[in-house]
């Protein structure tokens, strides 16, 4: 198995440029100047957008399982400032920090459904066709 490298210069940090592969199998070899994309890469280069105090704070967030309380306590930072670097993070990986946020009317029906179901209001058949429908 070859060693696997980040791309990043292990002297300044910076991303380096690709100017030659070599095929293990075949020795084939492509020289030049271009950059590689698969998965894998995607994934790590939106982590490598990253500044180190972002890379810090996701850091403690995971570590708090996302629970903003536990982060406020971790970092000694208030609500919004939490959320506001959140957002940033967001951001900084490429996504739009409003896009994936379930909707408030969403989120106020499946907690109706499910306080209708713990009332006995409704059967759990019932409930589930409804969060089904809810998406």
Known sequence: MMPEFSGLCPICGDHMAVTRLQCPSCHSTL?????LTSAA???QTRLERLT???LE???AFVRCRGIIKNVEDMLGISYP???ARLNAVIAAMGFNPEEEQPRADARRSRREVLADL??????TDEAQELLKRLG
């Open 31 to 35: 020289e030049g100047t271009f950059t």
């Open 41 to 43: 890469s995607l994934a």
């Open 52 to 54: 180190r105090d972002q």
């Open 57 to 59: 704070f996701v850091e």
């Open 81 to 83: 400032t939490v959320k």
């Open 118 to 123: 713990a009332q006995g209001k409704i059967t």
